[in-house]
């Protein structure tokens, strides 16, 4: 870390600043994100500082959308939206740069930003009890609340084909056809070929699902896109949500896609980046309370396409086994690694996750159906057949 680099651009966010410690966080596979605690005008004080990744199309549509979502929260907030709620709810409101004005700096070839620190708060990679997997769900189940009446039309496209699976196949099977295997040792090659092998029949799968999703009537919303676990921050002598951070991926898309993405994270509860791969499993008792506190706030479940959700988390998990194996064969361009084959591990792990929630499929859908939600018994048994 260069302690002198990261002075010079605080420096240019705050006038009168001494940096007195840095802290990396390291759950972050795009940004680089720092907590940095200085002195300004005399006072202690926290912020956060992030080195914004080259894959956004711009940083300027990044931040545009990220002050119209906070500045939407802020509003709502003041007219006592959660009325009846003695909880916070926090925003991580942008900070504008002191030497010009703006909401971002460019220093040293690389885009930088400043947000403002939440107090009294704290993310986890893993959940520490069910009953956090409970107050998950009544986070995001806010969020979306809160941002439902938002402009979709507002939002700016930050990512181009996020969360386009249909594009994530094509381009693996693309790139996997002119793939010169050779260069690869020959452990990682069997590993990697068993991957390919094992995603190929799940993959015609998702298509034919894609396919038949076309003729379903599913309204857009505003999504947070990447509701993984460590982007809620957590009350930190509570535990519940107090804030939903990294707003860097909100577009327009389908609810169930966060629902989806959010159940892929907090139900693996050996996390990402597990020390041993034989730890990962489906736990779908996580699920269940997550579910009992999404829909705790929400009148939602009556609508039918929440019966879609096991067909949502099914392909979520193969499109991110997808992205972080196209990722290790592109040569780690994507998300930040700790080593040459990080990617195929992770990509490992998620097929591992995949495996385990397939045999599940069944009593996933008895948990939908106790808080009356209505699945696909086609599915349950097609995905079945794919095992």
Known sequence: MDFEKINLVTCNFF????????????????????????LTNGKKSKFILQCLSNIFESYERV????????????????RKYFKSEKQRWELPFLIKCNSNNLFILSFSSDKWRAMEYIDDSVSFDILEDKKMAY???IGLAKFHSICSDIDLKKLENTIKDFHNTKHYIAQFKSMIRDYNFLKLDDKTNKRVQKLIFSLSKHMLYVEYLLESLKGKSIQLSLIHGDPKLSNFLFDIKYKYVVSLIDLDTVSSGYLLTDLADCIRSICNNAGEDPDNIDNVYFDINCCRYFLNGYFSTTNQKACFYFGLLPEFIYMIIIELTIRFLTDFLQSNNHFKVKYQTHNLYRAEVQYRLL?????QIPTLSNVLHEIGISSNPTFVSDVQKIV
Not at 355 to 359: E, G, K, M
């Open 355 to 359: 495996s385990s929630l397939v045999i």
């Open 135 to 137: 107050q998950t769900g």
């Open 15 to 38: 006038a009168n600043s001494k940096l007195l410690n840095i802290d990396f966080i390291d759950s972050g596979l795009i940004n680089k994100t720092y907590v940095i605690e200085h």
């Open 63 to 78: 931040n545009m959308n990220h002050i119209l979502i906070t500045d939407h929260m802020k509003n709502k907030i003041k």
